[in-house]
């Protein structure tokens, strides 16, 4: 459900559809085999192709589910999931699939995303891309100012660099024969974000940022413009020169900031960066312990990504759509008088 | 201001000014020679050294602030810092020290996490600690299960291995002569933070955690646990094995996860790592721009820290312990109903 | 959908169903003809028959609609409707039904309101039962403290007065042969309700309450115990004063507080009273505008209740028991630590 | 505190001191005899006489507190006060005063209500006027449409019915000798509100409204236009018929909707009426119990007001001022595209 949709955007199925396909599972070897068409309907707030102005409801189904394929973890915590957690939280927990902790949960953020870049697009002509730009120790050198979709998408891998991608999709696939996983990172930038979104204490456009994609599934770690690599630096190097840009308005003849200072956008391309681990679920049999305390051993079933990177693209993107559209807004109840000159 | 403090917690304002001082400029030659003294009073919320349950205000008056000193900066944005992008937000921006924006916001951090200390010690026998782990290219290797509060406050740094400690030391001083700052990295951990706090979708613990510390001032960085070294690990050198623990409840016996599973604390060790750019303001001559686009050199002048990280140390813990105790009063609404067993 | 909802309640379709039965359109004659059988799914938040602790999705779809049936009110704006605030705040309105301002959506609060009823009933013994107490100027004078669902379920006008009740369901039935429709008062108690709920400034119970109430369509008005009969009483009247009670807690000898003071609960029955205008549609025809600002004529068509009370009843007592259920989870997180004595 | 101000707003302390001199005590012989200058600092967020976009911090010092005058009150509980659900909530209470139950607090209302008041007034034209309605059982008849600023100020009970004022005048001076106390009505009118203020289902503009109200001490009862009137009015005779406006927008014939229809604003003046019981503390002798649940005869002391109507219109003005700006503020954020025509 999406509140706070402003009313009259076009929107329609096709239009999340297109987010959602990226997303979902079986959209080429290198994910899950598991097979969802990820069909989404549209429940409310639509009517005639346009945005009411109330909650948008979006419905997907899971088409290929199969709760009895958990029954054999019905009583046993696997290793780096959820299992033990959610128990612990709430003495109560829906063995058949993860969950409320299933990474299946991340098709309406997707969802929700695609909204969220229709009105930046619309009102204020954001773009934001997300690729892969890292893969277990095989890293890609891209410039997030030159990359376009096109060429994310040109590869399964959703590593825009071809000779880095082909590497990629080979230790993916190596690590699948092994019954193993991998992780990487995932680069995003927002292109076109008008400066003075965000808030400098509270809400600090970095920090929404940081928990938007620290909430997906498998993420370890968040860096904006330069990052852990800041730490090396000093102040004179990592400082962005201001330049007289065109518009009248400041330029920075760096992006060190990665596009926010002081909690709010600057106008300079914003440039993320999310650690993801490698793939909790291995086919491996593993070390672990029942709810009665234990020791078993857990064998390996199933259907899973060896890497879900590619697959975390979209998802990355619209975590940062949403934080994005949300600032947007707020800042048209901000900057509600008259501008002197 | 700080809402939802619960009734009857023993509050006085030597236990607020204790973790005050550590943030406090002026307190060891490697910060800023600045001195505030940062005497807090408090104002409401309190009643014969017992919290009441109803918002508790502190405040904290600047005792040494010359407003002058920052005349040269009324017109000019400085590289790096937020005088831009706070005029771009508000069209209006107080130039008299950093307004909103200035780093001195944190007092108020610190102080209400000296409240959310109280209480998790209190009430859950939490403890929080942090230090600095590296400055520059200067790291220290540190076993945060080991690290006690007084090994942190031996050396004006914060690093508690002393030998590399003398070492940043010598660097910032270096730093200083020159006329330049460095950067680094602060992690924290929590210890005995009771198995279920977070949440498994929106509120994720490690969200929250990033959130909280990606709004301190010069923050580029979060990591959870394995942070970015996981992204070049394999699946079965990532996962956290469970063994048998002794009250009944499973242990594992790596920590990986850094003490957080799918968004919901395990009961082991909260692990953080927060990267810190190297402070902005610098004693050097920087090209830049004024509010008419036009372009000038930034003369230095004026009193500031090489290096925040020592003084960081406090504020980190400070949102470490805010996020935790929003949390566990979380669960005391949530867990309301007697288990089975 | 329902956030906040304990885990390990036991929930169940039919438990959500008996309340939405008493909202249900086509119960008696004296409703609305429209028939609609309200099934509630539970999509989400349940397993095997106990809450989760997540999210509770509760689908109830439209069997009866007409969207047709509404062509003719395309570009009409019916009086007293929310069909002209509609479009001037969103510039775009759903015309099939009334749209996000259609009744309808109560089905929800009536859902949602019976979780709220099980965990307050299972948690802290506290019930919540509403009536109709007035019905045009036929008023029953009803004991707020001596009333029983029985009663008030034993005629369809759900007034437990049986005379008056009598007289009620013909002056509904004398209105919809005019064309015409009724308006009156719901009475609601809470009984078994502890001390201790609410806040003394922000979130006020009494507050809360008068939101909750005043957020059901065709309400005007809201009154906690002497409500508008307190302004013509002196000080030393309305006072309720202190008697000593059982449980070494003080009960009031009268209860003009309705069971709030200052914001907070003080264990007496809280009793409040809501005013309900006369349904807006009619089978008469109308003085209205169009949607070019012509005047034009509004033919009465369509099914319609012509007095909303008797279906009122559930909804006020849903609006009544999230207040409390949310105040009570408040509390839970609020009274953490140990009471001297 | 206010959050959300936006900048640019010439902001002043005498324009907030002039809200506040209405509500002080001691303005006139009617009220209390205690006398607070009730004198405004405001300490952040403002900047050479404008907002700046961030949190404005208002402090008003107690002048006139006298703690001791409490000490008889600490272990009892005064009927119709806070004081003892003020303790079952919190197992604490600061006895000197009133603690947060004090009607004091409201002085930080009619701050931001100023602050709100200047908002609407620069930015949307809206006015807000409040005045006493009835006293006891006298009554005014007030047209909202006509009455001004000046009419509510020319009598020290602030009724603009200039007869009725000066029995409203008597009826408190006689209640004082009497050392009893009395209630009344305040009523509030908004004028030039815009059409599309509120929301459609959770946050309607009249349930802020009552919500707003009934946060004030001593409320019992909100109505919105026809209000409990309604409820003995047919549909015929309620309804408001649309007719054609001069502005392209239609206008109501009447305005029984008080301005809001659906939770929306139609344009029409906004009218409520707040019942006000009569004062709690009375100069008589009084039956309650004591902490130890024993009974006690409370003796009369200390300063009240008779009648608190008088200084409760700016008070009744500020809740309503900081609803409408609140919901001006969020349509900014709602009506972000261009419309068609």
């Known amino acids: 459900m ?23 599972p079986g959209q080429s070897k290198l994910t899950t085999q598991r097979n969802e068409a990820d ?36 009583d046993v915590y696997r290793p780096s999931h959820a299992d033990f957690t959610t128990y612990a939280k709430f003495g109560i927990r829906n063995w058949q699939g993860g969950g409320r902790a299933s990474a299946r949960e991340t098709v309406g953020r997707v969802g ?18 997300a690729w892969v730009r890292q893969i277990a120790d095989i890293a890609a050198d891209v410039d997030p100012e030159a990359i376009t979709l096109d060429q994310v998408e040109a590869h399964p891998t959703r590593c825009p660099a071809s000779d880095v991608a082909e590497a990629m999709a080979k230790a993916i696939e190596a690590a699948r024969r092994d019954g193993n996983s991998l992780g990487g990172i995932v680069e995003c ?6 400066a003075g979104l965000g808030e400098p204490v509270f809400d600090k456009l970095e920090a929404d940022l940081a928990k938007a994609v620290l909430s997906i599934p498998a993420t370890k770690g968040f860096e904006i413009g330069s990052g852990f690599g800041a730490t090396t630096m000093t ?31 600057n106008g300079e391309d914003i440039v993320i960066r999310v650690a993801f681990k490698p793939t909790a679920t291995i086919a491996s049999t593993q070390d672990t312990v029942d709810n009665q305390n234990n020791p078993v051993a857990l064998e390996a ?6 890497c879900v990177l590619p697959r975390a693209v979209p998802i990355v993107e619209a975590q940062v759509l949403l934080v994005l559209a949300d600032h947007w807004l707020r800042q048209q109840a901000t900057d509600v008088l008259p501008r002197n000159g």
């Open 112 to 129: 929700a995303g695609a909204i969220a870049r229709l009105l930046l697009c619309s009102a204020a002509n954001v773009q934001v891309l």
């Open 39 to 74: 069909r989404v309907e549209i429940l409310s707030g639509v009517f005639e192709g346009q945005t009411l102005g109330s909650t948008i409801t979006l419905l997907v189904r899971n088409a290929d589910a199969s709760p009895n394929a958990y029954e054999h973890l019905k």
């Open 189 to 194: 930038v927002a292109k076109g974000v008008p």
């Open 2 to 24: 999406v509140d706070g949709c402003p009313p009259r955007l076009p929107l329609t199925t096709e239009l999340i559809q297109r987010d959602l396909d990226r997303r979902r």
């Open 235 to 265: 102040g004179r190097d990592h400082n962005d020169p201001f330049v007289p840009g065109t518009m009248g308005q400041p330029r920075t003849s760096s992006n060190r900031s990665g596009g926010v200072q002081g909690g709010i956008s």
């Open 301 to 306: 079933k199933g259907r899973h990504d060896p």
